[in-house]
């Protein structure tokens, strides 16, 4: 039997930790959002501008990781902003998502060691269970 891929994402609008269980354990890959604070301050005169921009690169963003998880049987999105729910609208207007189990959950900041204990026991995960 084939074993489900499980990830879990926590992310803002700024980055996104993919946390993943393998055989030798946790295995973290960030994915940053292109649009950065510097940026932003340079083009807010134009506000108009300023959100055109910042939509196109969100979007970008977006797919950067919808494309990471595509393989995926189960998702698990938690994070402290809107972000989560964001990418969750997207994923249900996709056909690739339509029979996977995504959860969406909040939480704070959080370390890395934090994230991955979040992640092994939303999915309750131990080693013996790959």
């Avoid at 979007?59 to 972000?83: M, N, R, V, W």
């Avoid at 959860?103 to 934090?114: G, L, P, R, S």
Wanted: glycine share 4%; no cysteine.
């Amino acid at each position: 039997m084939k074993s489900k891929k499980l990830i879990g994402i926590w992310m803002d609008h700024s980055v996104a930790n993919l946390i993943e269980q393998t055989p030798s354990g946790f295995v973290l890959t960030a994915i940053k959002s292109d649009f950065s604070h510097q940026e932003k301050t340079s083009i807010s005169k134009n506000e108009s501008l300023m959100h055109n921009k910042e939509q196109n690169h969100q979007s970008g963003y977006y797919k950067q990781i919808t494309e990471a998880i595509k393989e995926h049987d189960e998702i698990f999105l938690f994070g402290p902003t809107t972000a989560k729910n964001e990418l969750l609208n997207l994923l249900k207007a996709d056909r690739h998502f339509e029979y996977k189990k995504i959860d969406v959950k909040d939480a704070d900041k959080m370390t890395e060691n934090q994230q991955e204990a979040f992640v092994k026991d939303h999915f309750k995960l131990n080693n013996t269970n790959l």
